[in-house]
């Protein structure tokens, strides 16, 4: 029996100041689209490649509320927070971040 091999974690994008994330699926592809704090109608759609359905984890992020309506699943963040989003396989994981100016004002 084969062991799957390890994938590593490749960077997708990384985004500032989002109060709002919605996961979604239509027909055979995934899609997550970013809403900005205080701007709610200022989006970032992230686009996933369409040949495969991603299993979709949020990680670290603490969220007031998630309201499930098929096909679309939408996060209430508890306030502005930096979001990174990395793929491993068919996995991809949307998880809070440190920015470089945090980073900088705990040392």
Known sequence: MKTPVPQ???????????????????????????????????????????????DIFVEEIPHKSTIYEYPRTLIYLDGPCDLELVREGNKVIVRGCQTRENESLKS
């Open 8 to 54: 590593e974690e490749q960077c997708i994008d990384r985004v500032k100041g989002v109060g709002a994330i919605i996961l979604g699926v239509s027909e055979n592809r995934n899609w997550i689209e970013l809403l900005y704090e205080g701007d709610l109608m200022h989006t970032k759609k992230i686009e996933l490649p369409s040949d495969t359905l991603f």
